[in-house]
Structures are given as structure tokens and as C-alpha cells.
């Protein structure tokens, strides 16, 4: 019988397999119940172009007094930064991991921000 971290990692690693068979660029997203986390991974997976998360300083200043990395509005914020970075890097087009999330709340937010960013997916 498998966990729940074992099933989501299941489910990550398939939709790892058809992403790298595209040879695209990934955005991939890591949340955890205080922080989330987003990664552009070049497309043959050898190197991060670029990243951002809520543990950053400037990030946490912008949160506020709080600085509360767990939810909505902190995956609004990263999903703009990183597509900012990402277009910095050069890179337009991506495929979106959401790591065996469910694409909804903070996955969803972080996306949908990525993409008013300029980030295709």
C-alpha cells in the first residue's frame, strides 16, 4: 500500500516521462505547508535557469509583517517572479510539472500567474 507522498510521486514521475520525451523547458512547483517553490529547468534537465520561492528575503518583505509563504496570494507572487526570471533567461515556452499537486489552490495561482507573466504553457 502506498502513502500519500509515495502516490504523488507516482504520479510526478509519469508526468516527468511524457515532459522530457517533448524536450521542452519545465516549470516545476514544490509546495510545502509554509513555503512554495518554482523552478525553470532547461529541457534536458542539466540545468535550473531560473528559480524563486517564499524563503527569499525580498519575497518575504513583500508578504508583509507575516511573510506567510502558504498560500494563494505568495504563489501569485511567485508565479510572476519566476516568469519574470525566465524571460530574463531567454526563455518563453515552457511544460508545467506540478510535481503530482493537484492543480488547484496554490498550484493553480502559481500558474495562472506565470502565464499573465508571459509565460507559455
Known amino acids: 500500500m502506498l502513502n500519500k507522498k509515495e502516490q504523488r510521486l507516482r504520479r510526478a514521475r509519469q508526468t ?28 534536458d534537465g542539466s540545468k535550473v535557469l531560473a528559480s524563486a520561492s517564499t524563503a527569499e528575503a525580498e519575497v518575504r518583505k513583500a508578504l508583509g509583517a ?12 511567485i508565479g ?16 508545467f510539472d506540478r510535481a503530482g499537486f493537484a492543480y488547484h489552490g496554490r498550484v493553480k495561482a502559481l500558474a495562472d500567474a506565470a502565464r499573465e507573466a508571459g509565460l507559455q504553457f
Open 16 to 43: 516527468r516521462i511524457r515532459i522530457a520525451q517533448q524536450g521542452v523547458a519545465r516549470l516545476t512547483v514544490n509546495r510545502t505547508n509554509l513555503h512554495i517553490y518554482a523552478s525553470v529547468i532547461s529541457g
Open 66 to 77: 507575516t511573510g506567510k509563504g502558504g498560500n494563494v496570494n505568495a504563489a501569485q507572487i
Open 80 to 95: 510572476k517572479r519566476v516568469a519574470e526570471k525566465a524571460k530574463a533567461a531567454g526563455v518563453e515556452k515552457v511544460a
